[in-house]
C-alpha cells in the first residue's frame, strides 16, 4: 500500500511537471507572436 502511494505521488508530480514543460514551451511560442505582431 505504501509503495503503491509513492508511485501514485511520483506520478502526480511527473504530470504535473509535464504539465509546467508545455505552458511554457506554449509561452516561448506565443511570446515572440505578440512582439512582432
Given amino acids: 500500500?505504501?509503495?503503491n502511494?509513492?508511485?501514485l505521488?511520483?506520478?502526480v508530480y511527473f504530470v504535473v511537471k509535464l504539465h509546467k514543460m508545455s505552458f511554457t514551451?506554449?509561452?516561448v511560442q506565443f511570446t515572440?507572436?505578440?512582439l512582432f505582431s
Fill in 25 to 27: 514551451v506554449r509561452l
Fill in 32 to 34: 515572440p507572436f505578440c
Fill in 5 to 7: 502511494n509513492v508511485g
Fill in 9 to 11: 505521488t511520483e506520478t
Fill in 1 to 3: 500500500m505504501l509503495e
